[in-house]
């Protein structure tokens, strides 16, 4: 385990539960070691304590003895560094790899999928789109040839400022001070609210669906909701609609924007539930819908993956 | 394959597109069969012009060259035969078995498993649950200890009668009968709008999710909508509800009926759509919504399974 956030934390305390053994368990500046299985309430009473999980680093955590290296550092953007340095060195290894961290798979996918080909590990990485939702297994289940279209409400933050927007007619300064008090938008809100994240998103499912091409983050057409007036939402909602800010890869281009939905329609999800929805050519359209956030929920989805992965 | 219905006829159809040769067609009555892969559209062609699929019978077909049987035959109750029978031939003869058939695994549950044990093939069932949408790879994904109850729509059929009756103020007879118009109900429509389909859906999750014990349609407390008064809709319509046929699987239990839920819950689904919810120890409730019958719908189901067997 590389990354001790939410994620990386929730993943640790479920892991035996599901029945793994965590042996180690690294931040950007610790690291708890331990081949035989580390204690891991103990690193993370530490970590709240001291401000370090352990006595190593991550070098440690690297070169230990572990079956499959779980990456759940802080998506970066560009070279997705330090992440994907973990995963190279993993995947070197021949160990397997499962993702949280959006960075290596959305930036640095080609060289991502270059480093499993020369590599006995796999990687998976269902986690980066849509939290606990299985959006990346139904991919692989139908088969990226029989998916035409992918579009949905992939960030829980912006869906719930516009779900308040809508439900009680205030401003987008009012409404994210709010989330911001809830801790459901974080301090700096852009990566959310200017659409990056749900753009990175889109840009993971176009890899995967596309079969000729990469894309990068570069590749989206993107604009986030902090410039949306309330008065769009209250005309929306004169018309029975509302607006959500909707990602899709269609056509093979990404775009991720505010888009008029009907109000009851499936994509009008609220709060800070996510929702996609696949268009398929044998079996018409299909919706999965969930918590697109959160440490334990995205933290089922890092283990299914892990159960996922070849012996 | 076994059934040459809509379900058998689209997974004949498909498995090319999806790189899978089909050795042997056989219906209740012939069968086409060829070590080197038939001509399914002659075979298709043959049973609507001259009422068989071939020269040969299901026995040829089950005793052939084969990796994987298809069970798509008409779900039938109590000891589940042919269907079962079909089953056990092919997991004797160490070939996985994919099923579309719901008998087998509602009713006979403990004995599939039996058979599979002694086996080394593999069974698995996806299709008899919610047609196009991956259901029981979900739960699977989570693990079944990690899903703590299910509910849902899954019967287009009575769905599709009740969202009528409530849309167009209608009543039941009526609506009926539009459906059988239009192909959505069959002409004998009691295993639809009776609740049976449901349960025996319903029976499956349950011993999918089950630890301990074996569950059939006895197990099952089911009511269906023929009774049903077009004014009870009326009257949840001015309560801001509808009336949806549920299924559920809750602490053991397994229960169909028709249940009031808010209009435009997630729930409440329209036409023929069906709809799964699950809720989970980590990760809060999943919604997988889509088709949930109909020919290629439930073949990529089909073929799903065919592709997660182990080699």
Redesign the interface.
């Known amino acids: 385990m590389v990354g001790a956030g939410a994620v990386g934390s929730?993943v640790a305390e479920?892991a035996g539960e599901?029945g793994h053994t965590v042996t180690a368990l690294a931040d950007s500046q610790s690291a708890a070691v331990d081949p035989d299985g580390i204690d891991v309430q103990a690193a993370l009473d530490r970590k709240s304590a001291e401000g370090v999980v352990g006595g190593g680093d991550v070098t440690d955590a690297l070169d230990g003895s572990y079956d499959v290296l779980v990456e759940a550092t802080p998506t970066t953007l560009g070279d997705a560094q330090p992440g994907f340095g973990h995963v190279e060195t993993a995947l070197e290894r021949d160990r397997h790899v499962v993702l949280a961290n959006k960075g290596p798979v959305a930036e640095r996918y080609g060289d991502l999928r270059d480093l499993e080909r020369a590599s006995a590990g796999t990687v998976r990485f269902e986690a980066t789109v849509g939290?606990?939702?299985?959006v990346l297994?139904?991919v692989e289940?139908?088969?990226p040839s029989?998916i035409t279209a992918a579009r949905g409400v992939l960030n829980g933050t912006a869906n719930f400022i516009l779900s308040r927007m809508a439900a009680e007619g205030l401003g987008y300064e009012h409404v994210l001070a709010e989330a911001q008090d809830l801790g459901v938008a974080e301090a700096d809100p852009s990566f959310d609210v200017e659409g990056t994240d749900a753009a990175l998103k889109c840009v993971i499912l176009a890899n995967v669906l596309a079969e000729d091409r990469e894309y990068t983050l570069a590749d989206a057409t993107v604009e986030g909701i902090s410039d949306l007036p309330g008065s769009a939402l209250e005309l929306a909602n004169e018309d029975g609609r509302t607006i959500r800010l909707i990602g899709e890869v269609v056509d093979g281009e990404v775009r991720v924007g505010p888009r008029l939905v009907p109000e009851?329609a499936?994509l009008a999800v609220t709060g800070t539930r996510n929702i996609v929805q696949l268009e398929?050519t044998?079996?018409?359209?299909?919706?999965?819908?969930?918590?697109g956030a959160g440490g334990?929920?995205t933290?089922?989805?890092v283990l299914?993956d892990v159960?996922?992965l070849p012996e």
């Open positions: 929730s479920l599901y939290g606990a939702i299985p297994s139904t289940d139908f088969g029989h009851h499936a398929t044998n079996a018409g359209q299909l919706n999965v819908s969930g918590r334990p929920e933290a089922t989805a299914a159960d996922r």
